[in-house]
């Protein structure tokens, strides 16, 4: 079976950093891209940006280029989501989710997502 | 980038009637356009690909249409239990493969 499994939900401190994880399992990680969706409170899905854990290709909404890293160690099979200064406007729910090699793919399966809460 | 813009925001049906949501791009994504149910405190999930290719183990009440700019996505006869939000997702141009803003389905 196809599983994506995140880490668990975090609260943090304005200004502290943070990695959250998402490991793939039941298939071939290095075959698929892994992608990021935000989640805030009460609200849509928002496409963060995606990253091909072969060759750690990455490409990010312009939205959040800049805001947050994404990373891949294909050795464990797991892809990162990493801020180095968290505000309180990232307080949200963070899924991963694979995507086939094709970068013309939809989302497929998701993780089952991690709280980040930021609160002072 | 691409807008998507779902519609309405909000749709209130009964059980056992069809309900039609709507999809519109900002510019042709062809075919390439998903639609993914969510249910409170749940993970997204995929129920249309392709712009009419149901996922695997999706019921057939659920259809896709479209191309180009419009989609639509049907459910033919409500069931308790496909009364969520729904997304679309154009995954044509990234990045990035933008979302629609969803429409909740809600009982009548």
């Known amino acids: 079976e196809v599983q994506l499994v995140q880490s668990g939900a975090e609260v943090k401190k304005p200004g502290e950093s943070l990695k959250i994880s998402c490991k793939g399992s039941?298939?071939?990680?290095?075959?698929?891209?892994i992608g990021w969706v935000r989640q805030m409170p009460g609200k849509g899905l928002e496409w963060m940006g995606i990253?091909?854990?072969?060759?750690?290709?990455?490409r990010y909404s312009p939205t959040f280029q800049g805001q947050v890293t994404m990373s891949a160690d294909k050795s464990i099979s797991t892809a990162y989501l990493q801020w180095s200064s968290l505000k309180p406007s990232d307080t949200a729910m963070y899924y991963c989710?694979?995507?086939?090699?094709?970068?013309?793919?939809?989302?497929?399966?998701w993780g089952q997502g991690t709280l980040v809460t930021v609160s002072s | 980038e691409i807008v998507m813009t779902q519609s309405p925001a909000t749709l209130s049906v009964s059980p056992g009637e069809r309900a039609t949501l709507s999809c519109r791009a900002s510019?042709?994504?062809?075919?390439?356009l998903a639609w993914y149910q969510q249910k409170p405190g749940q993970t997204p999930r995929l129920l249309i690909y392709?712009?009419?290719t149901r996922a695997t183990g999706i019921p057939a009440r659920f259809s896709g249409s479209g191309s180009g700019t419009e989609f639509t996505l049907t459910i033919s006869s409500l069931q308790s239990e496909d009364f969520a939000v729904y997304y679309c997702?154009?995954?044509?141009?990234?990045?990035?493969?933008?979302f629609g803003q969803g429409t909740k389905l809600e009982i009548k």
């Open positions: 989710a694979r995507q086939k090699s094709n970068y013309r793919d939809w989302f497929d399966p």
């Open positions: 039941g298939y071939s990680f290095t075959n698929y891209w």
């Open positions: 990253i091909f854990p072969d060759d750690s290709d990455t």
């Open positions: 510019q042709s994504v062809s075919s390439n």
């Open positions: 392709e712009a009419s």
């Open positions: 997702q154009q995954y044509n141009n990234w990045p990035p493969h933008t």
